[in-house]
């Protein structure tokens, strides 16, 4: 599967941005999707996952109650709804996707086998 991820962009604190990951293939909804990011200097966090039929999600703590992530299986699409953003949550955004028998969330880095390109999000104070 290829990934596509887009909707980034400056915004201010306290604003909102919704992030999509476009998937290509015709067997998406075998796949469990997450989002990552990754600040400058850091390294590559978790920041919220969805399982294949969209039943089940998880966050960070650092973003559960402002974030919020969902699935479209018709459109092959995820998203990740960001509200209230923070400038601490200034980072490029990765969009990930991992084969999954199961409806599980998967939340670490090194289970997910495919990976969309990043999206910049820069949240002004």
């Known amino acids: 599967v290829q990934l596509q991820a887009s909707g980034g962009g400056l915004v201010q604190a306290g604003g909102s941005l919704r992030l999509s990951c476009a998937a290509s293939?015709?067997?998406?909804?075998?796949?469990?999707m997450g989002w990552f990011r990754q600040a400058p200097g850091k390294e590559r966090d978790f920041v919220a996952a969805?399982?294949?039929?969209?039943?089940?999600?998880y966050y960070a703590d650092s973003v559960k109650g402002r974030f919020t992530i969902s699935r479209d299986n018709a459109k092959n699409t995820a998203y990740l709804q960001m509200n209230s953003l923070k400038p601490e949550d200034t980072a490029v955004y990765y969009c990930?996707?991992?084969?999954?028998?199961?409806?599980?969330?998967?939340?670490?880095?090194?289970?997910?086998?495919?990976w969309g390109q990043g999206t910049q999000v820069t949240v002004s104070s």
């Open positions: 293939g015709r067997t998406y909804s075998s796949y469990a």
């Open positions: 990930a996707a991992a084969l999954k028998i199961s409806t599980v969330v998967v939340t670490t880095a090194k289970e997910y086998g495919y």
């Open positions: 969805i399982s294949r039929s969209g039943a089940a999600t």
